[in-house]
């Protein structure tokens, strides 16, 4: 049975070989580096923004709304976190963590009301898997952070045309998105059959994740916690953990 890796970044300013070194790092797990198709999508927008809080005067009072929503319990997620953590572990600065939660909840908003470039997203995720499903036998399915948003988007409308055996999310802010009203708990086309296992990465110092089976409770999510690192940034980089690289390495073995 031939499997491939599809990986799926998340928000920010992601070179189109974003992939490298995790795949790297599954390959000195496996002894040989599996096969991989990766979705970068960060060339199809100017992502990210300079400065948090001067408003896009073109963005809908709706979309503005969402932004500062988002922003302000993803905020408030991080300052509880830094307040808890012991100074000397804190390995990122206080200013540079907001700023670069600004751009990620930026980010976010601009995919969910951007019909456009939501559409040009998913279309570039949905070609990948389509060639995965005529290649292989298995699609593992990796997604990070706003990733996991797109990657259920598309499972969503179309999990019976791929052959994903597992779907993995990782930093997922889904349930906030769905406490906020922008996603439903419905699943559409993912069910046991479609996509037979959804295992989800978080940590609790990760100011943008949560476990998400209770957003979704028409599938028995795997949520599991991940210790990834003690400040919010570093908590939110998956990739470089070592039991996330060996759990996804051991979803590729033969």
Not at 142 to 148: A, F, K, N, Q, R
């Amino acid at each position: 049975m031939s499997k491939v890796l599809v990986n799926i970044h998340g928000a920010g300013k992601e070179m189109s070989d974003f992939y490298v070194e995790g795949l790297k790092a599954l390959t000195a797990i496996l002894g040989a580096a599996p096969a991989c198709l990766p979705c970068w999508y960060a060339n199809l927008s100017n992502i990210g923004s300079a400065v948090f809080g001067i408003e896009d005067p073109g963005a809908p009072s709706e979309a503005t709304e969402f932004r500062n929503q988002l922003w302000q319990e993803i905020n408030t997620s991080r300052q509880e976190i830094e307040a808890e953590a012991d100074p000397t572990q804190v390995d990122f600065g206080l200013v540079d963590s907001a700023a670069i939660i600004a751009d990620l909840v930026t980010d976010v908003m601009g995919y969910v009301f951007d019909s456009r470039l939501q559409a040009d997203i998913q279309q570039l995720l949905k070609d990948i898997l389509a060639k995965a499903t005529a290649d292989y036998d298995e699609t593992i399915l990796v997604s990070h952070s706003l990733g996991t948003v797109v990657a259920f988007d598309v499972l969503r409308q179309n999990a019976d045309r791929y052959k994903i055996s597992k779907f993995i999310t990782m930093g997922s802010p889904l349930r906030k998105l769905v406490r906020l009203g922008r996603r439903s708990s419905g699943l559409g086309a993912i069910n046991h059959s479609t996509v037979p296992l959804w295992r989800n990465l978080y940590d609790t110092t990760d100011p943008v994740a949560n476990p998400i089976g209770p957003a979704f409770p028409g599938y028995p999510i795997e949520d599991v916690f991940i210790d990834v690192a003690t400040a919010p940034l570093p908590s939110h980089d998956y990739w470089r953990n070592s039991q996330v690289l060996q759990m996804i390495a051991d979803t590729l073995r033969p």
